[in-house]
């Protein structure tokens, strides 16, 4: 009976065992899968105006000066993923959760711009063609990636000289003011556009679709004019834009600016219908702020969406892409996909251009970026427009500067950091006006013109209104001597 009862109990313990040994080989082969690393899920990266491969930190360092004390910011971060390559099926399945799981992450990402992987360039041959005009779809695309001798490549250069074409046309007539939304979307809906870049890369001497960027646009003239953002297009070897009906056209680069964050594309369209342009100056706080965007890229359920808010502020100064730049703040729900799309107020005219999702209003534990929730920027129209007018004037804006990076201390600041009050240059640009005369890092501007340096606006706004060509007197101090110097203000963007 004793014996029995032993080996019953090692029966049991042998089962224990055996099950105590499963449970732990499983845990380990889920914690050695867990630092497998996935190579078939890229990290999210900024689009960053251009750059796709490469981070870039678009703030500047914080210090103790008062210049540097901005609410920070982040530009619009797209959703990046590379093309999918095949692999084993452990990593494939590994892959697929992680893959959700980073899709859920980055939807809340402050990205306005979409990238996802390539999709398929068919497109129904059925589909009827574009009532404005006949031109080339998609779809008469090679499917096959072409030779790179025959693609165009992404200069991005400005390609307009002369006077600017008249864009804008009739804003709807609101029936209804109690709620005019219906009546805009309605008005506007068709002349609001998704926006696809598609962006090649060199792969055993032939160019393949890496990435697929998506935003949104719109349309400024009949003939075929259409702004969007800068950085949705700024890769793009193939651009495309599609309308609500899904007729599809093939898009030219024109111009624009990667500071603003404006480009104007140009399809070959004609009697196209066209939103109205309203006067971003004249933007009281509380006006409705409309956006018609994509969400989630063209070819989407989503497309088209609307999301209703209201102007928070005009005039807000943030530091923009090394540009201190004005922008409204709305509190209007903007998502990935909604980059270059509209913003209307409530008469159904545009009076900006989503651009910025939101402010960092804090850190996580893990050094993560918080976002301020409802605070996004969309680029005044007025701005936008002047930048484009400028830039069919002159090839391209011109900034005027001097060539130097500063952090203002006023009295109060200086005081509590036994500092010297003025503006000190913390770099001065190699080959750059103010290095030819003779501005060092460490020195102290504090006059200009014969101006006392008070509130670090005077060199700014003086630099501006004596423009390109002109000099400017800087007295500054170093190692406690007075010298002055002469410094050209020079166009930065040459």
Not at 104 to 112: I, K, R
Request: proline share 5%; hydrophobic share 35%; with cysteine.
């Amino acid at each position: 009976m004793d014996e029995m009862s032993m080996d019953e109990n090692k029966e049991v313990n042998t089962t224990q065992e055996n099950e105590t040994r499963s449970f732990t080989e499983n845990d380990s082969i889920w914690e050695n899968a867990k630092k497998e690393p996935v190579e078939d899920i890229p990290e999210a990266q900024p689009f960053g105006f251009g750059e796709t491969e490469e981070k870039k930190d678009f703030s500047e360092p914080k210090t103790k000066g008062s210049a540097e004390f901005f609410s920070e910011y982040v530009p619009p971060q797209p959703v990046y993923y590379e093309m999918p390559r095949s692999k084993n099926k452990a990593l494939r399945i590994l892959g697929i959760i992680a893959a959700a799981l980073v899709i859920v992450m980055l939807f809340s990402l402050v990205g306005a711009s979409l990238i996802l992987p390539k999709p398929s360039f068919e497109i129904d041959e059925d589909q009827e063609s574009p009532e404005f005009s006949s031109i080339p779809k998609a779809s008469d695309m090679a499917s096959e990636a072409p030779l790179i001798s025959t693609l165009p490549q992404p200069t991005r250069k400005n390609n307009v000289t002369g006077q600017m074409p008249s864009f804008g046309g009739i804003a709807p007539e609101i029936t209804n003011p109690y709620n005019p939304v219906i009546e805009i979307a309605a008005h506007n809906m068709e002349k609001v556009v998704s926006v696809q870049a598609d962006v090649y890369k060199e792969e055993n001497g032939r160019e393949v679709l890496d990435a697929r960027i998506k935003g949104t646009g719109f349309v400024v003239s009949a003939d075929g004019y259409i702004i969007t953002n800068y950085h949705v297009v700024a890769e793009g070897t193939h651009i495309t834009v599609r309308f609500t009906d899904e007729s599809e056209y093939i898009a030219e680069y024109v111009g624009g600016d990667e500071t603003i964050d404006i480009a104007l594309l140009k399809i070959n369209a004609a009697n196209l219908p066209v939103v109205a342009l309203g006067d971003s100056d004249t933007v009281p706080v509380g006006e409705f702020a409309i956006a018609i965007g994509n969400p989630s890229g063209m070819g989407d359920e989503l497309s088209n969406t609307l999301t209703v808010g209201y102007v928070s502020a005009t005039g807000r100064e943030i530091r923009f892409n090394g540009y201190k730049q004005e922008f409204l703040q709305i509190d209007t729900a903007i998502n990935p996909g909604n980059s270059g799309g509209p913003v209307f107020n409530s008469e159904g005219e545009v009076i900006g251009i989503v651009t910025l999702k939101s402010l960092v209003s804090s850190y996580d534990e893990y050094g993560s970026a918080v976002d301020s929730e409802g605070v996004g920027f969309a680029i005044p129209i007025n701005t936008a427009l002047g930048a484009l007018e400028e830039i069919f004037e002159h090839g391209a804006i011109r900034r005027p500067g001097i060539g130097i990076f500063y952090t203002f201390y006023d009295e109060e600041t200086a005081e509590l950091y036994e500092e010297t009050a003025g503006m000190h240059v913390g770099e001065v640009t190699v080959g750059g006006p103010s290095e030819k005369a003779g501005l060092m890092v460490g020195d102290i501007i504090i006059r200009c013109d014969g101006m006392d340096i008070v509130t670090g606006e005077e060199l700014v706004n003086l630099v501006k209104t004596k423009g390109i060509g002109s000099s400017i007197e800087l007295v500054v101090l170093r190692e406690g001597v007075e010298m002055t110097f002469i410094v050209e203000i020079v166009d930065l963007n040459k």
